[in-house]
């Protein structure tokens, strides 16, 4: 069984860094593409970032490259997602997602298979 756990959000001032992690099991993070997603109030969910391990690539939405890293830690594995630099229209909850190397999209929620229970992110101004 697969599961994954996000932890470290919480409430940030505007230009303050937060780092969050997925903890998962049942699944190498490794072997899988690993992504965030966010969902804002009232919004649908979004993509944010993704890693291909096996490829080594990573994506980011525009409005986070340069300030968001996806990385991992097969020893623990954790997926993280160190955000620097925020803004309050970064604030939402945060969602952990693990998929097959094999989809097409990364950046489209359908096409994952596992999710986790998410965390919020709130960015005061």
């Known amino acids: 069984q697969v599961r994954l756990v996000e932890s470290g959000g919480g409430l940030v001032q505007a230009g303050d860094s937060l780092r969050l992690a997925c903890a998962a099991s049942?699944?190498?993070?490794?072997?899988?593409?690993m992504s965030w997603f966010r969902q804002s109030a009232g919004k649908e969910r979004d993509f944010v970032s993704a890693?291909?391990?096996?490829?080594?690539?990573?994506y980011y939405v525009d409005s986070v490259k340069d300030r968001f890293t996806i990385s991992k830690d097969n020893a623990k594995n954790t997926v993280y997602l160190q955000m620097n630099s925020r803004r309050p229209e970064d604030t939402a909850v945060y969602y952990c997602?693990?998929?097959?190397?094999?989809?097409?999209?990364?950046?489209?929620?359908?096409?994952?298979?596992?999710w986790g229970q998410g965390t919020q992110v709130t960015v005061l101004s």
């Open positions: 997602a693990a998929a097959t190397p094999y989809l097409a999209n990364v950046n489209r929620s359908s096409e994952y298979d596992y």
């Open positions: 049942g699944v190498a993070v490794d072997s899988a593409v």
């Open positions: 890693a291909r391990w096996d490829s080594g690539r990573t």
